[in-house]
């Protein structure tokens, strides 16, 4: 099972800050990583696939990075809709895994 | 519009059964390979399981391998997943997910998700 690390658990933030999300796997996954939004009483929303694609709809401020185990997601300047908690997964392998989030806070 | 609608989530004693449903409908549910992924309370994301769109091949965490099975309708284009010997642990929200395209596995729908607590 490839495990995926995200850092820092945590990050407290003011609108209009940029925010540097990482995200490690355990072993290559090549460029097979998403990176997912998740809000309280929501789906999760797909932001980025193949690592640095992003999805239908999703804002020019989001962009992601990275290939074989180490990833990035950047947002260039927060809004107030982006305080949320943010996973990435990997599809190089079965079984799926999700990395363990990153919650970004208003400070 | 792609809709996934959960059901079939409750309060559930430990070792005993459930069954959930994902009625799909918007796209063509038969050539996409479904997947369960749940939340547990103050946890992250896990994904639960998969099933191909046709040759109905499965895939598994190996937490519910043997106790959790998935399976589907093509012909009523529904998911299932039926969950025996129910442990505390698999206390979450379960949600549906369909991928983003036929041969890949990111999720670009989801329903809304159904609550299955396990206690007694």
């Known amino acids: 099972e490839i495990v995926l690390t995200q850092s820092p658990a945590t990050l407290s933030l003011s609108p209009g800050e940029g925010a540097t999300l990482s995200c490690r796997a355990s072993?290559?996954?090549?460029?097979?990583l998403a990176w997912y939004q998740h809000k309280p009483g929501q789906a999760p929303r797909l932001l980025i696939y193949?690592?640095?694609n992003r999805a239908t709809g999703i804002p020019a401020r989001f962009s992601g990075s990275g290939s074989g185990t180490d990833f990035t997601l950047t947002i260039s300047s927060l809004e107030s809709e982006d305080f949320a908690v943010y996973y990435c997964?990997?599809?190089?392998?079965?079984?799926?895994?999700f990395g363990g989030g990153t919650k970004v806070e208003i400070k | 519009e792609v809709q996934l609608l959960e059901s079939g989530g409750g309060l559930v004693q430990p070792g005993g059964s459930l069954r959930l449903s994902c009625a799909a409908s918007?796209?063509?549910?038969?050539?996409?390979?479904m997947s369960w992924v749940r939340q547990a309370p103050g946890k992250g994301l896990e994904w639960v399981a998969a099933?191909?769109?046709?040759?109905?091949?499965?895939y598994y965490v190996d937490s519910v391998k043997g106790r959790l099975t998935i399976s589907r309708d093509n012909s009523k284009n529904t998911l299932y997943l039926q969950m025996n010997s129910l442990r505390a642990d698999d206390t979450a929200v379960y949600y549906c997910?369909?991928?983003?395209?036929?041969?890949?596995?990111?999720?670009?729908?989801w329903g809304q998700g159904t609550l299955v607590t396990v206690s007694s």
């Open positions: 997964q990997q599809r190089s392998s079965w079984p799926l895994t």
């Open positions: 072993q290559s996954v090549s460029s097979s």
């Open positions: 193949d690592a640095s």
């Open positions: 099933i191909t769109g046709g040759l109905i091949t499965t």
């Open positions: 918007g796209f063509t549910f038969s050539g996409y390979t």
């Open positions: 997910a369909k991928p983003r395209a036929v041969t890949t596995s990111y999720f670009d729908y």
